[in-house]
Antibody
Framework: EVQLIESGGDLVQPGRSLRLSCAAS????????MDWVRQAPGKGLEWVAT????????RHADSVKGRFTISRDNSQNSLYLEMNSLKPADTALYYC???????????????WGQGTVVIVSS | DIQMTQSPSSLSASIGDRVTITCRAS??????LNWYQQKPGKAPKLLIH???SLQSGVPSRFSGSGSGTDYTLTISSLQPDDLGTYYC?????????FGGGTRVEIK
């Protein structure tokens, strides 16, 4: 079955770290770019980061730059988001999304996971 | 950054109505404009990519058009299953910005 399954979300205190994972199956993972997209409670969608098929192109939103790092392990069909110095504003449902192309730009997300919840609160 | 402005922010329409949602970019996105539908409690789903290409498996009542900075999503005949929030997104450049969303309700 073609799917993405996120994990790693949790309730954490401000300033702490968290690592999200996304396990891909049912498609050739190393042929596609992958993204993280988040949605704060009751709010719209916000792009967080993108990584090309070979990790050659990596981009982060300004709101997370220097704190979050996207990475992937093609041998494990897995995508990651390392989140440091977490802030309450990072509280959201984090989605892993498959790009329909390899480069990380131009294309659309043709597959989404169900998301993992991150709550940053003291 | 490219800003995406969607309108209206919400609408209520009857079954069978034609529904139009617009998305305006602050600069050209060269038709790299996608539309997603998000039903309550669910992940978004791709409807239209590259301004006007219908994603496989999406009903033909959905269509997209536009170029440059102005884009439109049309539902030709609203169905009960179309309830949800619709988002546009530009992927011409990073950050890959989304519009604020349009909530569609059924009268």
């Amino acid at each position: 079955e073609v799917q993405l399954i996120e994990s790693g979300g949790d309730l954490v205190q401000p300033g702490r770290s968290l690592r999200l994972s996304c396990a891909a199956s049912g498609f050739t993972f190393d042929e596609y770019a992958m993204d993280w997209v988040r949605q704060a409670p009751g709010k719209g969608l916000e792009w967080v980061a993108t990584i090309s098929w070979n990790s050659g192109v990596i981009r982060h939103a300004d709101s997370v730059k220097g704190r979050f790092t996207i990475s992937r392990d093609n041998s494990q069909n897995s995508l990651y988001l390392e989140m440091n110095s977490l802030k309450p504003a990072d509280t959201a449902l984090y989605y892993c999304a498959k790009d329909s192309g390899s480069s990380g730009i131009i294309n659309a997300y043709d597959l989404w996971g169900q998301g993992t919840v991150v709550i940053v609160s003291s | 950054d490219i800003q995406m402005t969607q309108s209206p922010s919400s609408l209520s329409a009857s079954i069978g109505d034609r529904v139009t949602i617009t998305c305006r970019a602050s600069q050209t996105v060269n038709s790299y404009l996608n539309w997603y539908q998000q039903k309550p409690g669910k992940a978004p789903k791709l409807l239209i990519h590259s301004s006007s290409s219908l994603q496989s498996g999406v009903p033909s009542r959905f269509s997209g058009s536009g170029s440059g900075t102005d884009y439109t999503l049309t539902i030709s005949s609203l169905q009960p299953d179309d309830l949800g929030t619709y988002y546009c997104q530009q992927t011409f450049n990073t950050p890959k910005t989304f519009g604020g969303g349009t909530r569609v309700e059924i009268k």
